[in-house]
């Protein structure tokens, strides 16, 4: 699997037609959602699955998210609380992941869910991964199509600089609009704040009328997934800098002087979440040894930019 030259498929009807036969001969293929890009593969299909894992070199411990055409189809794989309902409905398709009880016989594979008995599913709102998933008929799992560990996808060039040769495909769909992964919550019980992402935690909180509890709360179900250090670029990162030290590289957000790049110089959260993995790893191909990033607010879409940043400044071991 390893030697394979990787095949770039255009977004159009004989590319994802192709995609979707990759998929269903077992085969990863990474393809665009509304987020950032996903390596999918048959959810089904042990061996499939067992394909990210090894392309990504993802700790196996590490539960999986299967993406589905639409509510209906996921309604064959796990149950909706009602709660879980009503965000579905509320922002489905979109950067929404919930944590459901999976359904007995539900065929999807144990490397998916790690052998817990729920299951992550999201609708991706992105007109060529949902025109993929509709051909595939299935459900495919996903992770963000990077090696494990580091800065997440959010265009095709991204994907080919950590996987060439080690997926057989990828599907071209130019750069993710959100650029964040999806906001995780857990549907099991009380609504639980898994993880912050393109989907503002507001937004959630709004829709159930209700806070959100925190993986933080002693009866909070916890993702197994967030490891601490992760979304890393080569360099060392140091956070909320006003004045960098000499040697090192500004990420500016709002009206900053000295910053070679600018998540958004208007101070936008919006367009810094768009840009934010883009703009890591340019300072990664521009050979960045230690990046200092200016504050950003921790509202809206910033919380999930600082989950993301704190993550990418924690100690590696490395
Ligand atoms: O936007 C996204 O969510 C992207 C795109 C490709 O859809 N996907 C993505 O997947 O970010 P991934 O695998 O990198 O993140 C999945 C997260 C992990 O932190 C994992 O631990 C958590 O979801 N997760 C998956 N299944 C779970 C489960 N049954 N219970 C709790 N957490 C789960
Ligand atoms: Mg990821």
Known sequence: MNQKQTVTLRPDEDG???????????????FPTETVYGLGADACNDTAVAGIYAAKGRPSFNPLIIHVDCMETARRYCDFTPDAERLAQAFWPGALTL???????????KLVTAGL???AVRVPDHAVGQALLAAFGGPVAAPSANPSGRISPTTMQHVLAGLDRKIAAVVDGGACGVGLESTI?????????????GLPVEAVEACLGRRLMTEEDPSAPKSPGQLLSHYAPRGRVRLDVTAPDDGEVLLGFGEVDGAPLNLSPSG???????????????????????????PIPDHGLGRAINDRLRRAAAPRGD
Do not use: W, Y
Request: proline share 3%.
């Open 16 to 30: 994802i037609a192709a995609a979707a036969q990759l998929l269903r001969s077992g085969e990863c293929v990474a």
């Open 185 to 197: 919550i857990g549907c099991t019980g009380a609504p639980v704040l898994m993880r912050a992402g």
């Open 268 to 294: 936008d959260l919006t367009e810094a979440a768009s840009g934010l993995f883009a703009a890591l790893h340019q300072l990664d191909n521009m050979g960045a040894e230690r990046i200092a990033v200016a």
């Open 99 to 109: 944590v459901l009880p999976l359904k007995a016989e539900s065929g999807i594979s």
């Open 117 to 119: 008995d729920t299951v």
